[in-house]
């Protein structure tokens, strides 16, 4: 399975972006998917993530009320719709998977940049 993560780009705070997550090679099913981020001299951080089945979504806190994150299982694709952009913000983002119910984070895309100037 490939993911391959798409969207980012060059904004100013208080804009918008909605990155993508494709999966190619597998009908995703019975998965947990995540979005994280890396800033530059940072560990990468969980951002949210989406059980592929119901669509539940959990955030981290520094992000919760500002970005959501969603599906479209007919796409195979993962969404996360990011409002209210912050200079903070600013990292490479990736999206990866797990198998529903526990484990690593195994299987990741490239990231893709996100620059929020002030």
């Known amino acids: 399975v490939q993911l391959q993560a798409s969207g980012g780009g060059l904004v100013q705070t208080g804009d918008s972006l909605r990155l993508s997550c494709a999966a190619s090679g597998r009908t995703l099913r019975n998965i947990v998917m995540g979005w994280f981020r890396q800033a530059p001299g940072k560990q990468r951080e969980f951002v949210a993530q989406?059980?592929?089945?119901?669509?539940?979504?959990m955030y981290s806190d520094s992000v919760k009320g500002r970005f959501t994150i969603s599906r479209d299982s007919a796409k195979n694709t993962a969404y996360l719709q990011m409002n209210n952009l912050k200079p903070e913000d600013t990292a490479v983002y990736y999206c990866?998977?797990?198998?529903?119910?526990?484990?690593?984070?195994?299987?990741w895309g490239q990231g893709t940049q996100v620059t929020v100037s002030s």
């Open positions: 990866a998977f797990r198998q529903l119910g526990g484990g690593e984070y195994d299987h």
């Open positions: 989406i059980a592929w089945t119901t669509a539940y979504g």
